[in-house]
């Protein structure tokens, strides 16, 4: 197929691309807007800085201390994430009302690269919730590394504010509307050449000889609808004027 074709494919059915492209972008609009849930995520930050570091050095870390302390991270975020540290939030903070299994499935811990600051992030249906949550996992780890490690060498550098508003981190309705877009655009495409190619009719000179091989010798053009009823008043109006003169003959 030419570029020509592809356009004439599209253009004869634009009307299907059109019905396809609103019907599903407002669908997931009106789904995500009023049937998901909707959901907010809250986030605390700790810091991996020895305090007796810094007392020794007079505030100042050497490149080899910071190397250290940001690969300690991956050690911390296995611990944050262990059942000991989970059974410990869940026993201390039984308000939350959730079990170990269930917090490990809530909280997740990130790391910038070449950071010292890891972040605790958990996403509940309340924001309250959801902060209560990260700061009693953070209470806890930062009480518990100094008996599991031996050293004690996080700070919490932000907690999450129970008091905040933030907006929903779920659903993202624009977004959903953009991907619900794109997809019915190329599920209209699709259709659309799946259409054109189960279509055997015949509609053109070139499809008789590329399907029959015969030639072609003369044409019926298509008589449009308008000019069809012009043609059918004219008949009716000559055969009227035929009976007329032979009635005076």
Do not use: C, H
């Not at 494919?9 to 849930?37: E, N, P």
């Not at 259709?191 to 015949?202: A, E, V």
Request: glycine fraction near 4%; aromatic fraction near 6%.
């Amino acid at each position: 197929m030419e570029l020509k074709q592809y356009w004439t494919v599209i253009r004869k059915r634009l009307w299907l691309l059109a019905l396809l492209v609103v019907a599903i972008t407002a669908a997931t609009g009106v789904y995500t807007f009023l049937l998901t849930d909707k959901e907010y995520t809250a986030e605390t930050k700790l810091i991996v800085t020895p305090k007796q570091d810094l007392e020794t050095l007079g505030g100042k870390l050497d490149l080899t201390t910071i190397n250290s302390n940001i690969r300690l991270i991956t050690t911390y975020k296995e611990i944050i994430l262990s059942p000991r540290i989970m059974n410990l939030v869940s026993e201390r903070y039984p308000q939350l009302g959730l079990t170990s299994d269930e917090l490990l499935k809530k909280v997740s811990v990130s790391a910038v690269d070449e950071s010292q600051v890891m972040s605790l992030s958990t996403t509940d249906a309340a924001y309250t919730q959801a902060a209560a949550i990260v700061n009693a996992v953070a209470a806890v780890f930062q009480t518990e590394v100094p008996k599991v490690m031996k050293i004690d060498n996080i700070s919490v550098l932000s907690e999450a504010d129970p008091q905040d508003q933030p907006a929903p981190s779920s659903p993202q309705p624009l977004l959903n509307m953009i991907i619900g877009f794109v997809l019915s655009v190329m599920l209209g495409i699709g259709l659309m050449f799946l259409l054109d190619y189960l279509d055997d009719t015949l509609k053109t000179e070139k499809d008789i000889r590329e399907v029959l091989g015969l030639a072609t010798y003369s044409v019926v053009p298509a008589i449009p609808a308008r000019g069809a009823e012009t043609a059918k008043k004219a008949k009716t109006n000559g055969a009227r004027g035929n009976k007329n003169v032979t009635l005076e003959a």
